[in-house]
């Protein structure tokens, strides 16, 4: 079972975090400090797997951004490498050529995608074509939503109120 | 800003995260967040009440501002309020929220949990499925318990939606994880055995990740799931890629599904039926076929996804280990990816081997690739890759190649990165041991560790060198001249000076006879490394000064001029001042035959694992544990084995006294409490019984149990089964005699059915700064709780003195750690199931929390510890069997700590009730 997955810049700074494991927030943060420092360091020859504490971290750096799953001891380096590949295609499909800044300004559509992807750290959906389907039909849901509600004004939209 | 013009917009959050990364410092940053938190706490707190839109901004603003890695504590009833919401825009948001930032807080949850309740219950597959999401994000133990009936319902009912199926199946699955004893096995398992042969492969998928984990707990129950994942995965593995349409992957047919299906069949033994025996066979040859074929993309994603199914078929095959053809095209197929341009799959390849070598019908095969494991020590670019070859050498070493591997291995040592050297340095050590015909190559190997890679040659490995040493004698002589040639090296390392320091002065005669290494040369030698050493090994050297003093009478004069000199008697440090002034009395007063009595040569040691292979162990966290015994005599006992018994054989007199500092001076308040207890009546009164540093016993064996200005009383105490063995040590702290000294034993009625005790009589009188030994033999006949009392007397300058001591004689003692998979773990969880069966504590934590230290105390209270067992790695989880002359009672332990509360809750289980509750409160109070 996949126990977390982050996804960090070249600057070290943490983009998406998704945590299938309870551990404390002060932990969170020692966790990802170090291994953002660990893979960091790594240059880009070298293989995409690590051991590291008791798990198997497996990484993959796309463009700026450095992918990072910890995975358990009997778990299955390759195929999490090509889960880090289908999340990346998701994102890229549903962004349309996807870049940094798309998920640090929908980080909640790279959270949503994520979970119809993966849930408790298993894949749940490996098909694109149904996890596209899925994002697609709620933001269906969110456009009907938005067009019942009251328009608002200029002022509050910008975040001025 | 991105031209995303998906789903809404929220423009107020745009501008924020803008504001955010246009900040040029760290501390502009923090302030445009204040004045953000500020106001949304107004908003929050305003009379005026938010709509659903503002709502959904502010907490994603919160969220928002969380990620970045700031503390985020309010907002989370209003993120309730959005779940609860009608609207999906605002549930999302909402859940998204409770998701990431999930609270304790027991009011919220019980809302959140009504909020899921309804979700679940509204038949709207896309409510449905952000409920299912949000608890198996969560995954709490109170969602466990609101929830974990209806999963399974929800599950398996017929009108369920795929989509809901998968998401039901990995939401189980993670409760599962966090409180395996909640989930309930029942008639919904075979019919969650059946979505296996579902249509839709995301079901199935699904499935099959929760059937691995559910079967791997209670294998009976989804034993029928073999031949249906067979029957799968033979489809899979013939289907044309074409035919599985979306979930090809790169050509490759559902790789994901695949490798379950394998991890699946990872949790039985090969199946009995000879048809599907052989219908897996089949797969399984396929699958390393097709590795074989020429690519059908030029795309990394192709052979990475091929791979991971062949990597995974190759798994299972050595978890059979019962094909040796297929074993054999396995490794064959390995040997070429240990050449392959692609690093990954060189490591894979490595790490995959090591467990081949371990299969008798393939470890020969593996054998062949000695020389490119060995050539990828030398040329790998990458650290990780080169520490999984050490790990192949290790693995596949043996009586034929073991010369070879440790010169590469110490080759290697030269140059190897500092991180992984002191694991390489047990290797060695381990491997020399092992497959050493000639002992004299041993020392060889081991001396030239510790010149390569001195300071990370740990103390277990110099131990153990002596140990071998001392118990054969046909490698001495060798030994102290090799040590006493190593040592003329003007630069030598302190681990040296510590082994040759303690060889000579065993064996230093072996070699006298050569002029160039006669008594002095070697007393100036081990002299001149003396005050570069720390105090430990300076301690070390005083010992081989005084065994030198008996080996050769004609170096008595020098060494004792040495003893003698100010910066040895009157050395600050207490240790060696003790020693360099025992040591010269010693050499001053003893005849020769009591010097050679107390200075005799050191008996062999019992043979027992070796200790570095414990620690290896150790820091390679295997599941499997060092032995026990070996475990519990470290954590109580000395952490200086080899010095102490050394300390111990040659001041006899005093054996003990070392650690019971009993030659201490008494303080000068001993005659007043003399008179205290001489008032006391002669029958000791039970209130009286001392229980001062009873618990401290629970789960150590040895220690002083008792002190006071007269007396010091110590325990040594074994445990083999059902029987046990105490020495008591009476220490006579005065220098005054003790008279009329006696000591027994008594039970309470109860406890004299329970235990057995035999005590044997002590000689009634203790000279000042003397110590006596007490042996009592223990028989536990049936599981108890009380303690006996031990009861001593004795006269002390004409006042009769009475003591009584309750004797740490607990249950735990008669634990017998048992090693378990964790499917057997949780099969027997299941079955100790009745709720006598179990107790369960919570307390809060009365030391620091510290997982190692509490690692030791569940080792020393006598448990196995499984690892891998628990999903949360924090928690721990042990198994032992009580032993009594009429039963055994199997045991189970978990400890959960939660640093954050600084509380842990314990549960044990065991076929016993009284066991469960004794053995509870004697665990509880260790924490």
Not at chain 2, 41 to 48: A, E, I, L, T
Not at chain 2, 835 to 856: L, T, Y
Request: charged share 25%; glycine share 4%.
């Amino acid at each position: 079972m996949m126990q977390f997955m982050l996804l960090f810049s070249r600057q070290g700074k943490l983009r998406l975090q998704k945590w299938y494991v309870p551990l404390s927030d002060k932990e969170k943060k020692k966790i990802t400090r170090e291994l953002v420092q660990t893979v960091l360091a790594r240059k880009p020859k070298m293989c995409s797997f690590l051991e590291w504490r008791d798990l198997k971290i497996v990484y993959k750096r796309y463009a700026s951004l450095y992918f990072c799953c910890a995975i358990e001891d009997q778990d299955n380096e390759l195929i999490t490498l090509e889960i880090i590949h289908r999340y990346v295609e998701l994102l890229d499909k549903y962004f349309g050529s996807v870049c940094e800044l798309d998920i640090i300004f929908n980080f909640e559509k790279a959270y949503f995608i994520l979970d119809e992807f993966l849930l408790g750290g298993e894949a749940q959906e490996t098909s694109k074509k149904n996890v596209l389907k899925a994002i697609e039909q709620a933001d269906l849901l969110q456009e009907d939503a938005k067009e019942a509600e009251t328009p608002r004004s200029v002022l509050e939209e910008i975040g001025l109120t | 800003m991105p031209a995303v013009s998906k789903g809404d917009g929220m423009r107020g959050l745009a501008v924020f995260i803008s504001d955010i990364r246009n900040c040029k410092s760290k501390e502009a940053e923090v302030k445009r967040i204040n004045k953000e938190l500020a106001n949304i706490r107004s908003k929050f707190k305003g009379d005026k009440a938010l709509d659903g839109y503002s709502k959904k901004k502010y907490v994603c603003k919160l969220l928002f501002i969380f990620l970045l890695g700031h503390d985020i504590d309010f907002g989370h009833m209003e993120a309730v309020n959005l779940l609860s919401s009608n609207k999906y825009t605002e549930k999302q948001i909402g859940y998204l929220f409770i998701s990431v930032l999930v609270n304790s807080n027991s009011d919220l949850i019980r809302l959140i949990n009504n909020a899921i309740r309804n979700d679940l219950a509204s038949r709207n597959p896309t409510f449905m499925n952000l409920a299912l999401h949000c608890i198996a994000n969560v995954g709490s133990r109170e969602m466990a318990e609101a929830f974990v009936s209806e999963i399974p319902r929800i599950l398996v009912a017929g009108d369920t939606m795929d989509s809901v199926k998968q998401s039901a199946a990995l939401c189980l699955l993670r409760l599962n994880r966090t409180c395996p004893d909640l989930v309930p096995m029942g008639e919904w398992t075979a019919r969650v055995v059946h979505l296996l042969n579902d249509q839709h492969l995301g079901v199935v998928t699904a499935a099959t990740s929760l059937i691995a984990t559910l079967a791997q707990k209670s294998p009976d129950d989804f034993k029928t799931s073999v031949s249906l994942a067979v029957a799968r995965l033979s489809r899979i593995v013939t289907s044309a890629a074409i035919d599985l349409q979306d979930y090809t992957y790169y050509f490759v047919a559902a790789p994901w599904l695949s490798v379950k299906l394998l991890r699946l069949l990872q949790c039985y033994p090969p199946p009995e039926d000879a048809a599907l025996r052989s219908r897996l066979t089949e797969c399984l040859e396929t699958i390393l076929s097709k590795a074989q074929e020429p690519p059908k993309s030029k795309k990394v994603q192709h052979s990475n996804a091929k791979n991971a199914v062949l990597f995974e078929a190759i798994t299972l095959i050595i978890h059979h280990d019962n094909e040796p053809n297929l074993l054999v095209r396995a490794c064959n197929q390995l040997g070429q990816f240990l050449q392959h341009r692609e690093t990954n799959l060189r490591y894979l390849a490595l790490e995959s081997m090591c467990t081949l070598a371990s299969s008798e019908f393939s470890h020969e095969a593996v054998k062949t690739h000695i020389e490119t494991v060995i050539n990828a020590l030398k040329t790998e670019r990458d650290v990780s890759v080169r520490q999984r070859a050490v790990d192949l050498l290790y693995a596949m070493c043996d009586r034929s190649n073991a010369k070879q591997i440790v010169a590469e291995m110490l080759s290697y040592l030269e140059t190897a990165d500092y991180s992984i050297r002191e694991e390489i340095v047990l290797k060695v050590a381990i491997l020399a041991e092992k497959y050493a015909v000639d002992y004299t190559w041993y020392v060889d190997t081991i001396l030239n560790l510790i010149r390569i890679a001195g300071d990370y040659v740990s103390e277990e490995v110099w131990y153990r060198v002596i140990q071998i040493v001392i118990n054969r004698d046909d490698v001495q002589g060798y030994a102290a001249k090799t040590v006493f040639e190593a040592l003329q090296a003007p630069a030598c390392h302190e681990n040296l000076v510590k082994v040759g320091g303690y060889i000579l002065g065993e064996f230093g005669n072996l070699i006298a006879g050569d002029p160039r290494s006669s008594p002095l040369v070697q007393f100036s030698l081990l002299h001149s490394k003396f005050h570069l050493c720390s105090v430990p090994t300076r301690a070390l050297l005083l010992s081989a000064y005084i065994k030198f003093i008996n080996l050769f009478p004609e170096v008595k004069g020098t060494i004792q001029d040495v003893l003698r000199s100010d910066s040895q008697l009157r050395n600050a440090d207490v240790e060696l001042q003790q020693r360099a002034v025992e040591y010269l009395r010693l050499s001053c007063i003893a005849s020769t035959d009591i010097l050679a009595t107390v200075l005799e040569e050191m008996p062999p040691f019992p043979e027992k694992e070796s200790s570095i292979l414990a620690k290896l162990k150790k820091k390679k966290g295997s599941s499997k544990l060092p032995d026990l015994n070996d475990a519990r005599r470290n954590i109580n006992g000395s952490t200086n084995h080899t010095e102490d018994t050394e300390t111990a054989e040659k001041v006899s007199t005093h054996s003990f006294t070392d650690k019971l500092n009993v030659n201490s001076t008494p303080s000068t308040g001993a005659s007043l409490l003399v008179d205290v207890f001489s008032d006391v009546s002669n029958t000791p009164a039970p209130n009286d019984v001392s229980e001062e540093h009873f618990l401290r016993f629970v789960c150590k064996n040895n220690g002083v149990i008792f002190e006071n200005q007269l007396l010091q009383i110590g325990l040594k105490s074994e445990y083999r089964q059902n029987l046990g063995r105490m020495y008591v040590f009476y220490g006579n702290k005065t220098s005054t005699q003790f008279l009329s000294f006696s000591s027994s034993v008594s039970s309470n009625d109860l406890l004299q059915t329970q235990l057995n005790i035999h005590t044997k009589t002590v000689d009634p009188v203790i000279d000042g700064g003397a110590q006596v030994q007490q042996i009592l033999n223990i028989e536990c006949l049936s599981d108890f709780s009380d303690a006996p009392v031990l009861h001593i007397q004795f006269r002390y300058g004409g006042a009769l003195q009475n003591i009584a001591v309750k004797l740490p004689v607990m249950l735990n003692k008669f634990f017998q750690p048992t090693e378990m998979t964790s499917q057997d773990f949780f099969q027997r969880w299941k079955q100790l199931g009745a709720p006598q069966q179990e107790v369960q504590k919570i307390f809060k934590a009365q030391h620091q929390m510290d997982s190692d230290v509490a690692k030791a105390k569940l080792l020393g209270f006598g448990v196995a510890l499984l690892d891998g067992v628990d999903p949360n790695p924090a928690n721990f989880v042990g198994a032992g069997i009580i032993h009594s002359k009429t039963t055994q009672v199997g045991c189970l332990i978990r400890l959960e700590p939660n640093t954050q509360a600084q509380m842990y809750r314990l549960t044990l289980r065991t076929s016993k009730d009284s066991v469960s509750q004794r053995l509870c409160e004697l665990l509880s109070e260790q924490f």
